[in-house]
């Protein structure tokens, strides 16, 4: 499934589940790219087993695509490197691993316990700012 979402791996050298749902699991992988050199790429592959009959509100080829007009719009947003429609119920698409914390509270409790709250909001609402200058057009 990774290599037709990424047509220029040439090797996976380390995978890990980030994320313990059935329906929507994200790894995070190490590989070969040929683009990238010698030099092993981290990734985050998103992915959907489609398995249960419930559809999707928006599937995960549109939310490669909202990511990368995000993106374009100057939000701080991995780039998406590939994506793969269903192949029989799987979707998935790769993105460049971005590091950091990534769960909400987590992020909000260790800024206030460091005294960077004023940071965090002057982010937050940097990043709402461009969200709200993309015209909806564009998505």
């Known amino acids: 499934l990774l290599n037709r979402a ?16 059935a329906n929507l699991p994200m790894f995070d992988v190490t590989a070969t790219l040929s ?10 592959v998103r992915c959907r087993h489609d398995g249960d009959g419930a559809m999707p509100t928006v599937t995960l080829g549109t939310e490669a695509e909202i990511l990368a007009v995000a993106r374009q719009g100057g ?3 991995p ?15 790769v993105m460049e691993w971005l ?10 409790h260790g800024c206030l316990q460091a005294g960077n709250g004023d940071d ?20």
């Open 75 to 77: 939000v701080v947003v």
């Open 99 to 108: 590091s950091g914390e990534t769960l909400g509270g987590r992020v909000v």
């Open 6 to 21: 990424l047509p220029e791996l040439i090797q996976i050298h380390t995978i890990r589940r980030l994320s313990q749902g």
């Open 120 to 139: 965090l909001a002057r982010a937050c609402g940097q990043a709402l700012g461009h969200l709200h200058s993309i015209p909806p057009s564009s998505l």
């Open 35 to 44: 683009s990238a050199g010698a030099q092993p790429a981290r990734l985050c």
């Open 79 to 93: 780039r998406v490197l590939g994506t793969l429609a269903v192949v029989g119920k799987r979707s998935c698409y």
